[in-house]
């Protein structure tokens, strides 16, 4: 079936350090959103990347969208404490439904 | 104000047994969903409604079964609750049917079948 797979699964980072998750799917995505989930809490919504080679930028962290809308990647730059948690991208296959990522859990170590 | 939430947050209960969710969400959204979140973090989207006609139903055993009185309530039933079914159960909605729309997913409910 159409997977997207996110690697790494897991990252830990000392506090300071860039952390980046990427996104790979064998086939084309209409569109593509990142969603963040805390230890214990619900998936929460980043952001969405719709155009080929996109890019866009939330403070600290920057997305990308791959020429041929088949992988994206979410970099953070500096991390903190609070970006503890685990990120998801979530791809559309054309069939009107998100098709979650793996998932990659970051873990900061102070 | 939470903006979806569901009922009950824990649920523990035997196999055998049947058991329900709630979901209520008062963002004025049209389409509603369930996912499962199994051990592994794996997020499955299960169904989705709008207006309160069933949309996607995925590979889900019928034991169970979805419901949505109106477009602001999202219930799943299961009956013959399996030792597999345990997992966090997610509702979501959003503004509209399909990928362009941002979800809003509720607090969970964790599903414990013993």
């Known amino acids: 079936g159409q997977q997207v797979m996110q690697i790494p699964q897991y990252q830990h980072v000392q506090e300071g350090e860039d952390f980046t998750t990427y996104c790979n799917s064998s086939?084309?995505?209409?569109?593509i959103q990142w969603y963040k989930q805390r230890p214990g809490g619900h998936p929460v919504f980043l952001i969405q990347?719709?155009?080929?080679?996109e890019v866009k930028k939330q403070k600290r962290l920057t997305f990308q969208f791959g020429e041929a809308k088949k992988n994206s990647s979410l970099h953070i730059t500096a991390t903190q404490t609070t970006d503890v948690g685990t990120y998801f991208c979530?791809?559309?296959?054309?069939?009107?439904?998100?098709?979650f990522g793996t998932g990659t859990r970051l873990t900061i170590i102070p | 104000d939470t903006a979806v939430s569901q009922t009950p947050k824990y649920l523990v209960t035997q196999m055998g047994n049947d058991k329900s969710i709630k979901c209520e969400q008062n963002l004025g959204h049209d389409t509603m969903y369930w996912y499962k979140q199994d051990s592994k973090k794996f997020l499955k989207i299960m169904f989705s409604?709008?207006?309160?006609?069933?949309?996607i139903n995925e590979t889900v055993p019928n034991r169970f079964s979805p419901k949505s009185p109106d477009k602001a309530h999202l219930n799943l039933h299961i009956n013959s609750l399996e030792l597999g079914d345990s997992a966090v159960y997610f509702c979501?909605?959003?503004?509209?049917?399909?990928?362009?729309?941002?979800?809003?997913f509720g607090p969970g409910t964790r599903l414990t079948v013993t």
């Open positions: 979501a909605s959003s503004r509209g049917q399909g990928i362009s729309y941002e979800q809003y």
């Open positions: 409604y709008n207006n309160k006609e069933l949309i």
């Open positions: 086939t084309t995505l209409s569109n």
């Open positions: 990347l719709v155009k080929s080679g």
């Open positions: 979530a791809g559309d296959f054309g069939n009107e439904k998100l098709t």
